[in-house]
């Protein structure tokens, strides 16, 4: 029986390399729950996994689906133009190279409400941008409702190397829930040994390999809890215990939810290579964590001034244990750059505004041309 009135959800396609825990993914979380029931969500995942759906009410998701076919580049382009074709979504979102297929997919039909997410890269450009990769971007994100970049350093990358035209380039810096993460009632300034944590996926780019062989070469009495999981969660265990360490490092997993795991840190520490606005700083810093990261991306910038004692150059073991002993030997440090982080987030980088300016953007791409 038909309901009169009744109308069906409107649909989007996400197309992602990972659907796994991480980053952008619980952010996007956090936005399928804000746009509510009138959409509903479809999802690719490059790689088959969905780790993140248990972040997301079940009754927002669509179906969830491993790429639709093509073994080549050309093939897989062939496949994502089938997909628009018979899905004709009310609007695709497409995240990093992983879903470069399906962006040049849209650019063969011309299909106008596409918004594309720039957010950092894989180990193939942590130090460099490829030529074919740049070319390929020019093409594929041409004709875009909107690209969209999380840092400084993608906008400028986005402008001179992919030639994105600037009425679809929008730069929206990443947020955080300033209420759900923070220093909590039940934290308390530690009296045994200090406790440096991570959170992020163990993927060779994050370079957790520097962040252990820095730990080993600390002075001062630590523990490392590190909160994720990945492909090099082995080969880290392996150097742990190699590094005569692994008593005192903790590999934790994922969690369902991360907040009580920055509680119970003292130092945040991140060793990637490459990054761009990650947000697991900025869930520590309103976590009230003072920081020792590499100066990748827009680290550096997100920090307030007094707080950038403790950066250092990517893949530098020795200078990284330097910092983690400065802020471990310091308890007056740690709580003024803790402080000092938090009311940076709170002033600058609350999620609410964030979140807003993304769904936002999805309903005009969703009423633009069809």
């Known amino acids: 029986m038909t309901v009169v009135g009744a109308t069906s959800p409107r649909r989007v396609l996400h197309v992602f390399a990972t659907f796994g825990v991480g980053g952008p993914q619980m952010r996007q979380c ?7 029931p009138e959409w509903r969500h479809d999802i690719v995942a490059m790689d088959g996994n969905f780790a993140a759906r248990d972040r997301v009410d079940a009754s927002l998701l669509g179906e969830l689906m491993g790429p639709p076919g093509g073994k080549s580049f050309c093939g897989s382009v062939r496949a994502f133009v089938r997909m628009l074709r018979e899905r004709d979504p009310d609007v695709l979102l497409t995240y990093n190279w992983g879903s470069i297929e399906a962006c040049m ?75 759900r993460f923070s220093p909590g009632a039940n934290r308390v300034e530690s009296r045994g040994p200090c406790v440096i944590g991570a959170v992020g996926g163990l993927r060779a780019e994050k370079d957790h390999a520097t962040l252990l062989r820095a730990f080993a070469q600390m002075r001062e009495a ?77 680290v550096a910038t997100m920090l307030p001034d007094g ?20 802020l471990c030997r310091d308890g007056d440090r740690r709580r003024r750059e803790g402080a000092q982080n938090r009311a940076h987030v709170m002033s600058n980088f609350e999620a609410d505004e964030c979140l807003r300016r993304y769904t936002d953007l999805y309903r005009r791409a969703a009423r633009s041309q069809r």
Request: glycine share 8%.
């Open 222 to 298: 630590a523990r490392l809890e590190l909160t994720g999981d990945g492909p090099e969660r082995q080969s880290l265990e392996s150097l742990a215990a190699s590094l005569g360490i692994a008593e005192r490092v903790r590999f934790l997993g994922n969690a369902a939810d991360t907040a009580p795991r920055y509680r119970s840190m003292d130092v945040f520490a991140l060793s990637s290579r490459t990054e761009q606005m990650p947000i697991s700083l900025l869930e520590a810093m309103a976590s009230g964590l003072p920081v020792a990261s590499t100066s990748v991306g827009d």
């Open 30 to 36: 956090e936005v399928i729950a804000r746009m509510g």
């Open 307 to 326: 707080s950038r004692g403790a950066l250092v150059g990517a893949g530098d073991a020795a200078a990284l244990a330097r910092a983690l002993d400065g």
């Open 105 to 179: 997919a849209a650019r063969v039909l011309a299909f106008s409400r596409h918004v594309h997410h720039e957010e950092g890269f894989g180990p193939a450009e942590q130090s460099r941008r490829l030529v074919r990769r740049n070319w390929i971007r020019r093409i594929a994100l041409d004709r875009t409702h909107a690209t969209l970049v999380v840092s400084a350093g993608l906008l400028t990358i986005a402008r001179r190397q992919w030639r994105v035209p600037t009425s679809q380039l929008i730069y929206l810096p990443n947020g955080v829930d300033v209420a």
